[in-house]
């Protein structure tokens, strides 16, 4: 049921995402958009080239509760982790952190933010950090 | 009071979706079938079907019989005084497609240009961007007012500076409900010299049409979205143009002559029908045509308005003031396709959980990303109801769209949201 979605604790990252907004110095960005609803986000770090982790990590764009909400909680388990750390994160961790259930449809909105942090590392695996 | 008693001509309706009633508030998408319409494709399979134009034998003529009444049905529907100014196709995609591509090849040469408007659906921008790049057209796009009404001084302006060979517009917007006036824009068009397209997908639904009235040159709409079956739409053209056209797919019954070196077709329609065409589905669509007769415009445009009325009452009245509507304020200018932003709930969001109610809305760009682009929103939701929906289910819209607002609102918002 859809009310099922729509927890509190989504509805609190929704309502006051963590880590939106631009960032300074951003080492890599990398954007998704949701062809199905015109939602767009934004994935940036920033890497600390001396210890090669990711010093801040923040995001921003336009979405639905689900998406928004996804990519706050996602984007508070970066910092401090190295990229190959980051590639190891699975969308099935993402949508099991979310916690709720999900349409088919409504999967691709809860994934937004974890395939714009996906371009954004691919972006670093091109361009490692100097 | 009302087409309530229609209702029961809906097998869909009396389904229920998650627990609840169904509440299906997105005709604009594809209409639900009554029983006539369903009736009419199972009989043609069940007691007609053969294939058409070529068998010699008795239930070939029959198919064959059918078929060209649903072609004549159609063209009366249109106020067309020749049948074979109808092109069955699978829909109004296939029709936009196919002229764009035929004029391309005929009409349109390099540095021409059309003009559209900002509010098409991709159905007619695509086509002709397809030109854009293969065949160097230009294409301009009328913007609109701040209630979705088109600036028809840009339509001036383009018409003025040449070259505009075709101009092509919806008769009603999918998104805005808009009403274009397609006389005085066909009229404009045509003393610049420019042939005008009509895409009549979300007017034929609701609106008595008549080529001759409207003054366009060609005509598309789909049969899904006015009663009749997915796959079969019909293009509408000026006998002495179509008979210009080229052919848009080759294939079977479409030919006059085929030798190794090069073919020869036939004159329109069946130049434009290549392959079997479905049968059926036009022989649905002249039993959903039937259908809208028989309730009548007159009838159907009075029920329209009354739940127009309630849902901009709605939108005004209830849920805190917090629903906008996009479009004219006007029920004159406006058909019953209600897209809006409910404040600081995206429409996904909204969506879903008018789903969870058993109501169906659509929610994203609805296929018109230059007009959402436009707007300034990435997406709205969109009620847009038909005959079989009632003022009590517009009520039942409005209690669910209160009990969205209060689950976002649970909580104040603190600063520096997204949202």
């Not at chain 1, 631009?22 to 080239?49: Q, S």
């Not at chain 2, 002559?257 to 020869?264: E, F, I, L, P």
């Not at chain 2, 039937?290 to 005004?316: M, P, S």
């Amino acid at each position: 049921m859809a009310y099922d979605m729509y927890q509190e604790v989504i509805l609190q990252h929704y309502r006051a995402p963590r880590n939106f907004g631009p960032l300074e110095g951003a080492t890599y960005a990398g954007e998704e958009a949701n062809p199905l609803c015109g939602d767009r986000i934004t994935f940036r770090l920033k890497v600390d080239p001396g210890t090669g982790r990711v010093e801040a990590a923040k995001f921003e764009g336009d979405g639905c509760a689900i998406s928004v909400a996804s990519a706050s909680m996602l984007s508070e388990k970066i910092a401090g982790k190295t990229l190959d750390e980051l590639r190891g994160i699975g969308q099935d961790e993402v949508l099991k952190q979310l916690g709720i259930p999900l349409s088919p449809v409504r999967v691709k909105c809860a994934l937004t933010g974890f395939a714009a942090l996906g371009k954004a590392l691919q972006a670093s695996a091109s361009h490692p950090p100097a | 009071m009302g087409l309530e008693a229609c209702r029961g001509d809906f097998p869909i309706l009396s389904r229920a979706t998650g627990g609840h009633p169904l509440i299906y508030l997105d005709s604009a998408a594809t209409s639900q079938k009554p029983r006539s319409v369903l009736d009419a494709e199972e009989g043609f399979y069940a007691r007609t079907n053969a294939n058409v134009h070529r068998g010699v034998y008795e239930l070939s003529v029959e198919a064959t019989d059918a078929y060209e009444a649903a072609r004549a049905r159609t063209a009366r529907f249109l106020g067309a005084k020749d049948p074979n100014e109808v092109v069955f196709v699978r829909g109004t995609t296939e029709a936009l497609n196919l002229l764009a591509t035929s004029l391309g090849q005929s009409v349109l040469e390099r540095g021409d240009r059309v003009v559209a408007t900002i509010m098409e659906h991709h159905s007619n921008l695509v086509p002709w961007h397809f030109l854009r790049e293969h065949a160097g057209i230009q294409i301009d796009f009328v913007d609109i007012d701040d209630e979705g009404r088109l600036r028809l001084e840009e339509l001036d302006r383009y018409l003025a500076a040449g070259r505009v060979k075709v101009v092509t517009l919806t008769h009603v917007s999918n998104v805005l409900g808009t009403v274009n006036p397609v006389r005085e824009i066909a009229e404009k068009a045509h003393a610049h010299g420019a042939l005008v397209v009509l895409d009549a997908a979300q007017s034929a639904p609701h609106r008595r049409l008549d080529v001759a009235e409207l003054g366009v040159d060609f005509l598309a709409f789909s049969g899904h979205k006015m009663l009749g079956p997915m796959g079969i739409g019909a293009l509408w053209g000026k006998a002495e143009l179509l008979a210009k056209l080229p052919p848009y797919m080759g294939g079977g019954e479409m030919i006059d002559q085929v030798r190794t070196d090069g073919a020869s077709y036939r004159e329109p329609p069946q130049r434009f029908e290549a392959g079997t065409p479905n049968v059926g589905g036009a022989i649905a669509l002249g039993a959903a045509i039937d259908y809208l007769e028989r309730v009548g415009w007159d009838e159907l445009r009075t029920h329209e308005r009354r739940l127009l009325e309630r849902l901009l009452q709605g939108a005004r009245e209830r849920v805190g003031g917090k629903v906008k509507v996009f479009g004219p304020h006007e029920t004159r200018d406006r058909e019953a396709v209600v897209s809006f932003a409910l404040q600081g709930v995206h429409p996904h969001d909204v969506a879903s959980l008018l789903d969870a109610e058993g109501i169906c809305v659509r929610a994203g760009h609805h296929c018109a990303q230059p007009l959402m682009q436009r707007l300034g929103v990435p997406a709205l939701t969109r009620a847009s109801p038909y005959l079989y929906n009632t003022e009590s289910e517009i009520d039942r819209l409005f209690d669910a769209l209160e009990k969205v607002d209060r689950l976002f609102a649970g909580e104040k918002l603190p600063t520096g949201t997204a949202r």
